[in-house]
């Protein structure tokens, strides 16, 4: 159907416990999608980020969510957006650095459900990820369509921080949830080699 990679950090990751958050990733292997959020408990070192290239340019992708809705995650197999922001941000900073990555995409599960309005700790979570080195951000879960904008990095960069994309498929009733939005972002080789927004 056209993915190439997909989030598995989510509040619901953890609904069958460690064997169904493996079983996904096992599934996921077997398609060949990569995937990013989440560990298999065989594989506790690997890292939390992915990678895909198409057209030239290799994008660096890091998903994260805000809880697993108190399930218990014993192996500690999915990434957590705040417990875990220190890490989030040296893994962006590692990646942004790396040769042969042109962007870093980082795509957290968070926000306040059914709210239009970003929670001010998200945005400065994604100043701190922008500054990190971070591309863009493309946020999920609150079910409604929250904004976007444009940051500028100190180094001049600019990054695209969208809060929520709102519901894909869903069948919840209410208009503002019955709303999403396809993020199309360009990216283009700047004069350092490394991809830009267009």
Known sequence: SGFTVVSTANNHAADRG???????????????????????????????STTTSAKGITVAWLACSYSTNGMP????????????????????????????????????HWGQENSAIPLAS????????????????????????????????????????VYSTGNFIS???RPEQRSGVVVLLELVKGATGRAMLS
Not at 34 to 46: C, I, Q, S
């Open 18 to 48: 460690p064997l169904g958050i493996d079983r996904t990733i096992e599934n996921l292997d077997a398609a060949g999608l990569a995937y990013t959020g989440t560990r298999h408990r065989d594989r506790p070192d690997m890292a939390w």
């Open 73 to 108: 995650d014993p192996q500690a197999q999915v990434l957590n957006c705040y417990r875990q922001k220190a890490e989030i941000a040296a893994e962006v900073a590692r990646l942004a650095a790396a040769d042969g990555i042109d962007a870093v995409i980082v795509t957290p």
């Open 122 to 161: 998200d945005r400065q979570w994604a100043k701190d990820m922008v500054a990190a080195g971070a591309t863009a951000i493309i946020g999920t879960h609150p079910h409604v369509l929250q904004p976007w904008e444009r940051l500028t990095a100190a180094d001049g960069r600019e990054a695209l921080v």
């Open 171 to 173: 069948n919840q009733p």
